[in-house]
């Protein structure tokens, strides 16, 4: 079958999506089939066909969705949807739409492309409150994601700075 | 106008502090947070005000809490039940919001109730986790509720509240998201900006009826 010629194409539209927490792995046919999921569910089967959600590429935490131009709003609300990835809570967080791929590339944070050589070999800090003990995994300015130490029942707490802080000063069993 | 969103369960209801709570609502655009069972304060720009959640509470359980409420910047607010338990929390003073309307009986809120609502300045609130976090028909019946709900709305004039229920910072949306989700049970824009202030509004000293003028 010949490519059509340019006019004759559907015009597309790109979102650019972080997903939340960071450090969830991501594939893109997982998330491709959560967001169709989801488009599914809120739209139906029919808009779904006019949507032709698509996943573009994933580079670290960001992925490049792509729909039909003018179901940008449609999409949008359906990706508000998705809070699952497998069995991981996932959130998208919709930081930009555009007509080409490049100039979402160029909004995608150059640290997250370009991680650092020397990151994971400082020493990792733990914590200790209601009883169990926990390391950070994410640190992002004020931010901190702790995780319950050991492979088993992990819940990941999202804290910040100065609730560790908080912590190391006081013993607060229950409350932070 | 500010941004609210009138329930966020932080730790130790849910798995982020109240401070991650703010970081991230005032990077999603909201101005302030009503956050259950958590004291008042102020994180950077975002004020969090204290939330009172009573669920499955009989009448008298509900005048009790109401009258041992102490702080006043509290928001209080009832589960929703059956017509007569509605009606008789609406009509009550100190009550600010009447939650869960969705998950209650058909006709539990009927167009008496609204009026009493109206009157009284109690909002209803929209419960977006429903349409987040729910598929098939428990959705679907949530939207046909509040539907139903913004017919009332717009025939009284009662306030609305909106809430995301994020027990984690995961389960919070930006306010562009909340209006397109309110788009589906048939908020417009406007809409939408007067229930972000809904809080605001309930909680706001009503103006006297009759002003002395000397």
Redesign the interface.
Known sequence: MTVRPPTLRDKRRYLLVRV??PGVPLDPKELYYAISDAVT??WGDAMAAIIVQAVICVEGRYAIIRCRRGTE?EL??AL??V?LLRDT???L??IAASGTIDSLRDRMQPAIRNPPANANEAPVPEYRF?GKEYVPVHCDG??VDVIEKGFKNT??????T??LETLNATTIP??? | MKITDAAVCPFPNGDSSVRRFALEAAALGLDSLVAIDTPSATYGSVVVRNGVFLRKAGMKDVINQVKRGKDPSSVISVQAGDAGFNRGVVGLRGVHILRGVHAADKNAFDHVTAKMAADNRVAIDIDLSVLIAARGVTRQRAIQRYRDVLVLQRRFEFPLTLSSYARSVLDLRASREISGLCSLVGMDMYDVEKAFSGVDIVTATPEPSVRVVE
Not at chain 1, 155 to 160: E, G, N, Q, Y
């Open positions: 939340d927490p569910s809120v709003g949008s609300i508000s949807t809070t809570r996932i959130a967080r919709i209601c004020q931010k819940s990941r707490l999202f804290l910040t100065e609730d229950d409350g932070i």
